[in-house]
């Protein structure tokens, strides 16, 4: 299995990231699994022009790090994307990363066949209150959409306000290895939906 992990916090070692981890321990030393891992504030990620090169082509116009993303994003089996919740909605570095992929809608060719795939979304974010979040989930379910992957479960984290919360926090860490050990079963099977509270979505 080839697990394509992308970090959307600049926080290294922070809230996100250790989740993501988390996630990966469950799967990272099994056998023909291949990991890879990216934080997206590290990558030079340009804004969309909306120069409309990707509708003609099979390929965006800008060479940088998305080049490398693209190629990460077809040949993976899995796709786990994370990001905090930053004044009510995904972080900046991920939705640049979220507008360019808007590429793998151009021609055929340039699609994602995403029918085979697993996908887990992970936010992470301070507030307490059960509406916060749901702008963010709704934006990274379309990643998901885009690149028509149907088996995504989703696991969300209020109330970790401190970088290193998640760390003292057993019931985030609990549901993150759970998420990694259903990855690694190949059970990630219930399909994200639009409606709030889908099967599927755990908050913590």
């Known amino acids: 299995m080839r697990v394509l992990a992308l970090v959307g916090?600049?926080?290294?070692?922070?809230n996100t990231d250790t989740i993501i981890d988390e996630i990966l321990s469950q799967v990272e030393h099994r056998p023909g699994t291949r990991v890879r891992k990216y934080y997206l504030h590290q990558l030079d990620l340009r804004p969309c022009r909306g120069c409309g090169h990707c509708r003609?082509?099979?390929?965006?116009?800008?060479?940088?790090?998305?080049?490398?993303?693209?190629?990460?994003?077809?040949?993976?089996?899995?796709?786990i994307l994370g990001s905090p919740v930053y004044m009510g909605q995904v972080s900046g570095q991920t939705k640049i990363f979220l507008d360019r992929c808007y590429a793998l809608r151009g021609p055929a060719g340039s699609r994602v066949a995403g029918?085979?795939?697993l996908?887990?979304?992970?936010?992470?974010?301070?507030?307490?209150?059960?509406?916060?979040?749901r702008p963010a989930l709704r934006t990274l379910r379309v990643f998901f959409r885009l690149c028509e992957i149907s088996r995504v479960e989703e696991l969300v984290a209020q109330g970790l306000g401190p970088r290193h919360a998640a760390r003292e926090r057993q019931d985030v860490l609990f549901a993150a290895r759970e998420k990694g050990r259903r990855l690694a079963a190949g059970?990630?099977?219930i399909p994200g939906r639009d409606a709030e509270g889908a099967p599927g979505s755990d908050h913590v």
Not at 9 to 14: H, K, L, T
Not at 61 to 79: K, P, T, V
Not at 123 to 130: K, N, Q, S, W
């Open 119 to 133: 996908g887990i979304a992970v936010l992470v974010c301070g507030a307490r209150d059960p509406e916060h979040p």
């Open 115 to 117: 029918a085979d795939k």
């Open 9 to 14: 916090s600049a926080r290294v070692g922070g």
């Open 187 to 189: 059970i990630i099977g």
């Open 56 to 79: 003609e082509h099979e390929w965006c116009a800008q060479e940088d790090g998305m080049r490398e993303l693209y190629g990460e994003i077809r040949s993976s089996d899995a796709i």
